[in-house]
């Protein structure tokens, strides 16, 4: 990073917050700020849970509360206890403010035409592909890579979505219990890790490592939804893996895949693996790699 490309970041939040009018106290004329009209759009005419809104937010606890406090005051959101979780709690549009919705539906469609109507049909195109890549980076950024244990629910069904498409991909299939001799255990410090990567608080990718003796580790279970291939998350997973390795003291990694995988080789051969024997049993390895750390 350098000092021109933090000022063209910015110079370009500048230009967006004042172009929307995220500066204006009453944001679309509609008489409230931008983060409660926004609120109120997220929560939609389905509800939202209102973790699921801290997440998609990035809102701190207290700082939701007193937004959906101001709505409920301004009778557009009831905020309701689950049934059978009081702790879990959910935030429904009342008719007002379903009406309140619609209002800034339409509002932020003359504000889109706004912008793109002064502007030659290649200059629309133009603005609209640069802000989807603005968009698709910007998700890219906020992307986190954690350690996390590898039996909690999330976990499991990250695993169940890789076995899944493993299945549907390898031209044999594939058995979870043929030929797999890692577990949950063998994933857990110090002797192992699984890391999930994460969307505004939602997994979209995870990744296993075990020690296999005292100086070489094996990465496992290597998987990345459909929704987020493309932005760089198993390069990030891969690279959190190895430096969990490094501090377990190993000193090579190793990894296999099958035949039908090619996104990973490539991946595998980019990030400096290079092919090796064959060094385990697995039934489904068709190719394996190892890299010095």
């Not at 043929?178 to 990567?197: C, E, H, L, M, R």
């Amino acid at each position: 990073m350098d000092n021109l490309q933090i000022a063209q970041i910015r110079s370009f939040s500048r230009a967006v917050t004042r172009r929307v009018g995220a500066l204006d106290e009453s944001y679309l004329r509609r008489g409230r700020p931008l983060g409660e009209a926004r609120l109120l759009f997220e929560i939609g005419p389905e509800g939202a849970g209102l973790g699921a809104l801290r997440s998609r937010l990035g809102l701190d606890s207290g700082y939701l509360s007193r937004m959906l406090r101001s709505l409920e005051a301004q009778g557009l959101v009831s905020v309701e206890k689950l049934d059978g979780d009081a702790r879990s709690r959910r935030a429904m549009l009342t008719e007002k403010g379903r009406a309140e919705h619609a209002a800034y539906d339409a509002l932020s469609d003359e504000l889109a035409n706004s912008i793109l109507e002064p502007l030659s049909a290649v200059a629309r195109d133009r603005l609209v592909a640069a802000m989807a890549d603005v968009e698709r980076l910007l998700a890219a950024a906020s992307i986190t890579v954690g350690e996390e244990a590898a039996d909690t629910e999330e976990a499991r069904q990250c695993l169940a979505q890789y076995f899944d498409e493993l299945a549907e991909r390898f031209e044999e299939g594939f058995d979870p219990g043929k030929g797999n001799t890692a577990t949950g255990d063998d994933f857990i410090p110090p002797q192992g890790s699984f890391v999930i990567a994460r969307l505004d608080g939602n997994p979209v990718g995870c990744g296993a490592l075990r020690l296999i003796d005292s100086e070489t580790a094996e990465i496992k279970r290597m998987w990345v939804a459909p929704s987020a291939r493309g932005l760089g998350v198993a390069s990030r997973m891969l690279r959190k893996l190895e430096a969990i390795a490094a501090s377990f003291g190993a000193k090579t990694v190793c990894l296999d895949t099958n035949r039908s995988l090619k996104e990973a080789q490539s991946l595998y051969r980019r990030e400096g693996y290079a092919e090796i024997a064959r060094f385990n049993d697995n039934p489904y390895a068709d190719h394996w790699f190892s890299k010095r750390l």
